[in-house]
């Protein structure tokens, strides 16, 4: 049997994202049953004539709420394909796409189009510049559930949640896997050695871009508290903070600014060791774009114990696997968490073991592999959805120019 061949639309290393990361480990394992061709946004420019030259039997888009998956959106309507939604909100990086490039008319026709019973007026509001943690409401993804062949999600719940906003369209669930890291021998000693934490304290983690949706302040409060009741815990921000001006304001408003340290970006290969260093993990987030947390499973996969907040798109984790948050009481339910995790060796212990064989049995890379191999098939020979009614431009093929000009010197355009 021939290959099928795939067009792989992702970020990839060197990019700093999540995603490209995510691809960067999954491709290899696809590889040998699949002919693959990777287009991110350096390359993307030569799919449209490759794409022309050799049709691929499908295109694969990996969608997420950021701005290095922005050049997506000129092939998505286009070229459709399968599409692995790693956030199911998609309002934030859209907006800033649109608007940023004085795209009003645009933004202002596809929020009718993805919300049409929401208050137009709120586009106006936007343009404005005024959009920010808002954006939550509205997720701005219809355009991107109707112009594709098949959705892919890493939540159950939230593929439920998709069929039942857009029945006619097909929605499937595939697993998310990381591979388990091999850190340093002296990778515990060394981290804390240069981050001059002491050897016996307790070290709390946050892995990935620090932002406030990571509820740091809270996390900070919550540092506070147990540090007030004697308990020797350090947090470690294991990730770039920039962008985050009110940070240092807020490790000196909490008075932790000698229990925090915060590393800047770490290189993928390094997570591992930071991940030794630490004896339990902080995967908070709220607002959430119901995304799926790759560091949060690289957590489980080195063995420590997590702490999560209690989402809706999340209620199928097992209880045991994790401590919640409630968000309802965030402040007391975070310090509580921490509390436990800080005194009680024997449930760090008990919580990082159910969380590394939840990992084995679920999450990891082969049976993300596995999921695609099922699911790549069934997308390529499933039928191109209807574009009649998606927003005018990205029904545009955008060569009324260069049809302008060739006409002018009685040039055929059926090139076309």
């Known amino acids: 049997m021939v290959p099928l061949r795939l067009a792989w639309f992702s970020p990839l290393p060197p990019v700093r994202s999540g995603v490209a990361a995510y691809s960067a480990e999954l491709l290899p394992h696809l590889r040998g049953a699949f002919v693959i061709d990777s287009y991110p946004e350096t390359a993307a420019h030569d799919f449209v004539w490759r794409h022309r030259r050799a049709p691929y039997d499908l295109i694969v888009y990996q969608l997420g709420n950021a701005s290095c998956h922005d050049y997506q959106w000129a092939y998505m309507a286009r070229y459709p394909g399968m599409v692995?939604?790693?956030?199911?909100?998609?309002?934030?990086?859209?907006?800033?796409?649109?608007?940023?490039?004085?795209?009003?008319?645009?933004?202002?026709?596809?929020?009718?189009?993805?919300?049409?019973?929401?208050?137009?007026?709120?586009?106006?509001?936007?343009?404005?510049?005024?959009?920010g943690p808002i954006y939550y409401f509205w997720p701005m993804r219809r355009v991107v559930m109707n112009a594709a062949r098949l959705v892919c999600v890493h939540s159950s719940i939230v593929a439920a949640d998709l069929r039942a906003e857009c029945p006619e369209v097909r929605v499937d669930t595939l697993r998310m896997g990381v591979p388990a890291l091999p850190c340093a021998a002296d990778a515990r000693i060394s981290v804390r050695h240069r981050l001059n934490l002491p050897s016996d304290a307790v070290v709390f983690a946050a892995f990935g871009k620090v932002t406030p949706e990571k509820r740091i302040a809270s996390i900070l409060a919550a540092l506070n508290v147990i540090a007030e009741e004697?308990?020797?815990?350090?947090?470690?921000?294991?990730?770039?903070?920039?962008?985050?001006?009110?940070?240092?304001?807020?490790?000196?408003?909490?008075?932790?600014?000698?229990?925090?340290?915060?590393?800047?970006?770490?290189?993928?290969?390094?997570?591992?060791?930071?991940?030794?260093?630490?004896?339990?993990?902080?995967?908070?987030?709220?607002?959430?774009?119901?995304?799926?947390?790759?560091?949060?499973?690289?957590?489980?996969?080195?063995?420590?114990?997590?702490?999560?907040?209690?989402?809706?798109?999340?209620?199928?984790?097992?209880?045991?696997?994790?401590?919640?948050?409630?968000?309802?009481?965030?402040?007391?339910?975070?310090?509580?968490?921490?509390?436990?995790?800080?005194?009680?060796?024997?449930?760090?212990?008990?919580?990082?073991?159910?969380g590394y064989e939840y990992w084995i049995a679920n999450h990891t890379i082969e049976a993300m592999a596995e999921d695609y191999r099922r699911l790549?098939?069934?997308?390529?020979?499933?039928?191109?959805?209807?574009?009649?009614?998606?927003?005018?431009?990205?029904?545009?093929?955008?060569?009324?120019?260069?049809?302008?000009?060739?006409?002018r010197f009685e040039i055929s355009t059926d090139i076309l």
Not at 380 to 407: G, K
Request: proline share 6%.
């Open 84 to 131: 692995v939604l790693h956030d199911a909100k998609l309002h934030h990086a859209r907006a800033r796409q649109l608007l940023q490039h004085q795209r009003v008319d645009d933004y202002r026709r596809e929020f009718r189009y993805n919300h049409p019973i929401a208050n137009p007026d709120f586009a106006e509001y936007a343009a404005l510049g005024l959009g």
């Open 230 to 354: 004697g308990y020797p815990a350090y947090l470690m921000l294991v990730g770039d903070a920039d962008g985050y001006d009110m940070l240092r304001k807020q490790f000196e408003h909490y008075g932790v600014t000698d229990r925090v340290r915060v590393t800047g970006h770490v290189a993928d290969a390094a997570i591992a060791d930071h991940l030794a260093a630490a004896d339990a993990c902080l995967c908070l987030r709220w607002p959430t774009a119901q995304e799926s947390s790759a560091s949060w499973l690289r957590c489980l996969a080195a063995g420590r114990p997590t702490v999560l907040s209690d989402l809706a798109h999340l209620a199928d984790i097992p209880d045991s696997v994790a401590l919640r948050v409630d968000l309802l009481d965030e402040a007391a339910t975070i310090a509580a968490a921490m509390r436990t995790l800080a005194t009680d060796p024997t449930a760090r212990q008990r919580i990082g073991r159910a």
């Open 376 to 407: 790549l098939p069934i997308a390529a020979a499933a039928p191109l959805p209807p574009r009649i009614d998606l927003p005018a431009h990205f029904m545009d093929d955008h060569s009324d120019v260069a049809t302008a000009i060739l006409r």
